[in-house]
């Protein structure tokens, strides 16, 4: 399993950048696949994950109404959106599979806790 993000770079806030989580050696539809991040300083912080079918999202409160998170099939690749970016969102960003099962639906940050494979990070830096 490979999974490889990119999308990261520097802006200002209020702008907007589009993550992508690209995979090998996996098919992302048989996995829930999401967005961890860690700043400088700070613990990892689950930030959204979407459901091997697609139909269920998670996002954690701080990024809820910014970033959208979406899938495409074809391309076997995960996509955050990010939108309205503030300097708070400044971080590492890492993407990750995990489990694809409804329970974790019931408490969506639950399911941080059971990924099992990482990609490598791309960094996010948003100056005010």
């Known amino acids: 399993v490979q999974l490889q993000a990119s999308g990261g770079g520097v802006v200002k806030s209020g702008e907007s950048l589009r993550l992508s989580c690209s995979a090998s050696?996996?098919?992302?539809?048989?996995?829930?696949t999401g967005w961890f991040r860690q700043a400088p300083g700070k613990e990892r912080e689950g930030v959204s994950w979407?459901?091997?079918?697609?139909?269920?999202?998670y996002y954690t409160d701080s990024v809820k109404g910014r970033f959208t998170i979406s899938r495409d099939i074809a391309k076997n690749t995960v996509y955050l959106q990010m939108d309205t970016l503030k300097p708070e969102d400044t971080a590492v960003y890492y993407c990750?599979?995990?489990?694809?099962?409804?329970?974790?639906?019931?408490?969506?940050?639950?399911?941080?806790?059971?990924?099992?494979?990482w990609g490598q990070g791309t960094q996010i830096t948003v100056s005010s």
């Open positions: 050696g996996v098919t992302l539809a048989n996995f829930a």
């Open positions: 979407i459901s091997g079918s697609g139909e269920f999202t």
């Open positions: 990750a599979t995990g489990p694809d099962d409804p329970k974790y639906e019931k408490n969506g940050r639950i399911w941080f806790a059971f990924v099992a494979s």
